[in-house]
């Protein structure tokens, strides 16, 4: 999975130095068990298609689903009939199942990740009640597959069914569950959202066995995180649908029609799969491309102009993607690999054999795009090599980030490669070994950032062959089995040595943990990424909105990155009180820009301005500060300043006759229309202490990339904004307050 949690940390917070800071914990663009024993294979349909040589030696566990939508009325009656084998060395008197679909009985037990889109999504649907954002399962009845009862109970999202009798080690019983699943609106994982049914954790599946413990799996999915741990299964599900809809699963689909007018039967098999999970909109497009036995599928709304070749770029993508893991950690096994656009926002979802993507923008560029390659990277770390993602989550997300990393270090992408693990310097008083739990709300810093760091100080201190020897044996010891972090380390020791295994697990397992200096970037280096990385992120944002005015405020700073001079022009003549605050200004300016290598000038006094109007001046991009009444630059270009407003609409003359008002404007330079000037104004000799501090957040908000973009704004007297003029930015609403 990977998500923008973080990106939601109240950039008001914090100052311009703290935005970068974490504007680069979000980089690059962005921007998240137990080995099944073997024993004698239960009968299986012979309809499995099998992609792996003896595969069914393998699978402990057999799901044949039936069920129908009722698109009416957003149900989902089903029955599904489950073969399981005991793995254990334990008698199992019962079996446990997850219910997560009950996560949604009530929005106390709902994931929080998906707070902030369904209040967003309540606000524009009046007419849905509180009570339609929930939904679950009605467990109707479970017997053997004779049909004999069986006793259940289904409690905290965990079905525990009573056998009739025991399974020994090493044999198979067969059940059946008949279910109804109530779909809530909303984005949640198993939802309905304007055209789009989101069907994960629609079924009950079984729960992990732990001999060791002697216990079942039974916690609740988590609230802050996630809760994937199941084991490799064999599927065949027939889902009935209407006509018009297409159906994303995994597995080899076939279609036919149902004996009903108007619907159809899309059945998937598929075979040694981790979970199963199907996407159903009667407007998905599906593009299509094989390659080598491997067919990629994009399934997406056609809804803007040239969205068909972004597609096909991005199923190009997703071939290089999964050619490179192939290659250095073990072949992808299966013969299709599905990606589904959805309506989430800020959140990527991997899933067995298909991942879960939000709507693509225009102007999209698949290379550039890290979160679909950390997605794919999952179908290595999380479908193919399971584990538990509530206690140990670094198995899954920070070996899928690291991937991420290696795979654009090696097409050549110089910002989201290493460099952006050896940026992070800073430690974090959390161990990455930490569960959901202990971890709270830093999942993306210590699974991610420090896990992928973990991983590529392992990678230096062996080198890259020794390093892709060790993966490709990690993966051949749990390739669709579960692993443990013991279990990695174990790998480590047999394939890289004790010492090695003692370093990687001193550093999961202490808090604290900073990349080695020698790995990490130097000054100079940090100053030139930081600046690299800056100037893509303007850009790509700012992309994002083809007509964009050229008169924004943020257009100063990408220009600047560019390489453009720029010229902080103070005023002069103003009281001590009045300096301070400008110079307390210059000083969140020129931090910002020297931390990014970015080049300025400053003019404090009328003198120098003077001698530098004409040459230095007209060639630069302009940051003015103060009253303009006592701007020496203001005052000589006034007229010019005038006349430019007028094409952004800005009232400049009955705005600086306003008492106590306070703001900023930009406008293309007074005598040079390649450069812009940004003046941040204020009509009083100083600003009041309340607007002084609302003053300097405006500032830092109204030049970065992740605030709206703003041609003027006018604050009150407590610094409120009373007017502006800006456009919308397609990306602000992951940066918004929650």
Known sequence: MNYSNPFTSKLARVGIAGTLALILATSPLANMGVVAAEADPAPVSTKIYNTQKDSLEQVPIQYHIQARLNEKDMTLRGNEKITYRNTSKDTLKQLVLHTYADANLSKSTQATMFKQANENISKNNPDKKPEDFLGGLDIQGVTTAGGQSLDFKNENQALTVQLNEPV????????????????????????????????????????????????????????????????????????????????????????????????????????????FVFFASPKFQVESVTRNGLTVEYYYFDNQPGKKEIVEQYIDQAFQAIDFFSEKYGKYPYPEFRIVETYVQGVAVEYARLIQMGQIQSGAVPEKDTTFVHEIAHQWFHALIGNNSETESFLDEGFADFSMVYFAEKQGDKLSGFRSIQFDDSPVDVAIASTNDEVGDLASLVYYQKGRQAIYQLYRSVGEEKFDHFMKEYFKRYVYQNATLEGLLRTIEDVLGKEV??????????????????????????????????????????????????????????????????????????????????????????????????????????????????????????????????????????????????????????????????????????????????????NEDHLSDAAFEAFKLKIQESIGFTNDFYQYYVLDNQGKEKSNKKVTNPISSLFAEE
Do not use: C
């Not at 959202?193 to 079924?203: E, K, L, P, R, T």
């Not at 741990?229 to 036919?256: C, F, H, K, W």
């Open 501 to 682: 295994r003692s370093e990687m697990q001193m550093a999961l397992y202490q808090p604290n943990f900073v990349l080695k200096p020698e790995y990490q970037l130097s000054q100079e280096e940090t100053a030139a990424y930081v600046h690299d990385m800056l100037q893509q992120q303007y850009q790509a944002v700012m992309g994002m909105i083809p007509n964009l005015p050229y008169e924004v405020m943020n257009r100063l700073m990408d220009k600047v990155l560019q390489g453009e001079e720029l010229t902080i022009v103070l005023s002069d003549q103003v009281s001590k009180l009045a300096t301070k605050q400008q110079e307390d200004m210059v000083n969140q300016l020129t931090g910002f820009l020297d931390m990014t290598g970015m080049r300025y000038d400053i003019i404090r006094d009328r003198k120098e301005l003077k001698q530098k109007m004409k040459k230095e001046i007209g060639n630069s991009n302009l940051i003015v500060i103060g009253n303009a009444k006592s701007n020496g630059l203001v005052q000589a270009l006034k007229f010019n300043i005038i006349d430019r407003t007028k094409q952004t609409g800005f009232p400049w003359k009955n705005t600086m006759n306003q008492p106590l008002a306070a703001g900023a404007y930009v406008i293309k330079h007074p005598y040079n229309q390649n450069r812009l000037m940004l003046h941040y104004f204020w």
């Open 168 to 275: 020994q080690p090493g044999k198979s019983v067969s059940f059946q569950v008949s279910f109804q699943l109530n779909i809530p609106y909303g984005s949640q994982r198993i939802s309905y959202y304007q055209d789009i049914i989101n069907g994960a954790h629609w079924f009950p599946v079984m729960s992990v066995y732990d001999e060791g413990k002697h216990q079942w799996d039974t916690a609740p999915y988590s609230q802050t995180f996630e809760s994937d741990y199941y084991i490799s299964a064999d599927y065949e599900v027939d889902l009935n649908v209407p006509d018009d809809y297409q159906v994303a699963m995994p597995g080899v689909i076939t279609t036919r029609e149902d004996i009903e007018h108007g619907r159809k039967i899309v059945s998937a098999l598929a075979e040694n799969t981790r979970e």
